[in-house]
């Protein structure tokens, strides 16, 4: 977790985390074709993009700002081609082999209120156990993402 997270509580549907930060105007949350965070073996909360298209939210609640983004991506199947866009427009695309990556996007105009933020996944899904991200059965997973950030451009 980020810099100024604590974990308090696990629950039998989540986490709950006490937060010391300076207060933010912007922030990402994973929203479409996602899983809830699970913390994994390796210490590092994960979240499975579960369709080959992934939204993350960013909400900019602040001032029209330029940001760079970072997230921590594994490609848990074969290689395969990472591309972004947001709000529709094509920012960047990412050749993925079997690795631990991650990836920073070049600085971006946010408009005021809501920003889409989509990831697309050429490769192939690879079926996983559901049980960390609570579900029964098995899910067809394309990628695991962690540490999604904002990085603000001064």
Do not use: C
Request: proline residues 7%.
């Amino acid at each position: 977790m980020p810099a100024g997270y604590k974990l308090v509580d696990k629950t039998s549907d989540g986490y709950i985390y006490d937060v010391v930060a300076e207060p933010t105007d912007v922030f990402p949350l994973y929203w479409r074709n996602f899983t809830a965070p699970s913390i994994l073996e390796d210490g590092r909360a994960w979240v499975a993009m579960v369709g080959r298209q992934g939204d993350i939210l960013l909400v900019n609640n602040g001032s029209r700002s330029s940001y760079s983004f970072a997230v921590t991506v594994l490609n848990p199947s074969e290689p395969g081609s990472l591309s972004f866009s947001l709000n529709g427009r094509e920012l960047a695309s990412f050749a993925l082999q079997s690795v631990i990556l991650r990836v920073i996007l070049p600085p971006q105009e946010l408009k005021d209120g809501r920003n889409i933020l989509s990831l697309h996944w050429d490769g192939k899904p690879k079926s996983i156990s559901g049980k960390p991200f609570r579900s029964d059965k098995n899910l067809e997973t394309y990628l695991l993402l962690s540490s999604p950030e904002l990085l603000e451009d001064r």
